[in-house]
Nanobody, 127 residues
C-alpha cells in the first residue's frame, strides 16, 4: 500500500505563485508515474501534470503548460508542483496520484490509471 499526503496550497492573488507537495510513504518502490489532478466545484477531476520514470519525463495539460512545473525528489519520495502566473480558473482542490502501471503520453490523463490518491489540498486564486 502507498499513502500520499499533499501539503501547501492556500490563497493567492492572480498572477502569483504557489507550490504544493506530495509525500509518498509505504511501498513506494516502482511507483511511477506520479501525477497531479485538480477538481473545481461542479466540474470533473482533470489531469494537470505527470512525471514518469527514472529520467523524469514530464507531461502537462495544455491549460497549465508554461506556467506549472512538476518535479520529483526520489530521495524524499516527494513530488512537487510549482504553479506560477496563477489564474482564477486554476482554483480547485489539487490531488496527488500514483500508479504502478507504466504509461506515457495521453494515457497519463486518465484517472483510472492511478492506484493511489491523496486527500487533496485547496488552491484558491483571487482576481
Amino acid at each position: 500500500q502507498v499513502q500520499l499526503v499533499e501539503s501547501g496550497g492556500g490563497l493567492v492573488q492572480a498572477g502569483g505563485s504557489l507550490s504544493v507537495s506530495c509525500a509518498a510513504s509505504g511501498r513506494t518502490f516502482s511507483i511511477s508515474p506520479m501525477g497531479w489532478f485538480r477538481q473545481a466545484p461542479g466540474k470533473e477531476r482533470e489531469f494537470v501534470a505527470a512525471i514518469v520514470g527514472s529520467n523524469g519525463y514530464t507531461y502537462y495539460a495544455d491549460s497549465v503548460k508554461g506556467r506549472f512545473t512538476i518535479s520529483r525528489d526520489n530521495a524524499k519520495n516527494t513530488v512537487y508542483l510549482q504553479m506560477n502566473s496563477l489564474k482564477p480558473e486554476d482554483t480547485a482542490v489539487y490531488y496527488c496520484a500514483a500508479s504502478r502501471t507504466p504509461a506515457f503520453g495521453t494515457a497519463l490523463y486518465g484517472l483510472n490509471l492511478y492506484h493511489y490518491w491523496g486527500q487533496g489540498t485547496q488552491v484558491t486564486v483571487s482576481s
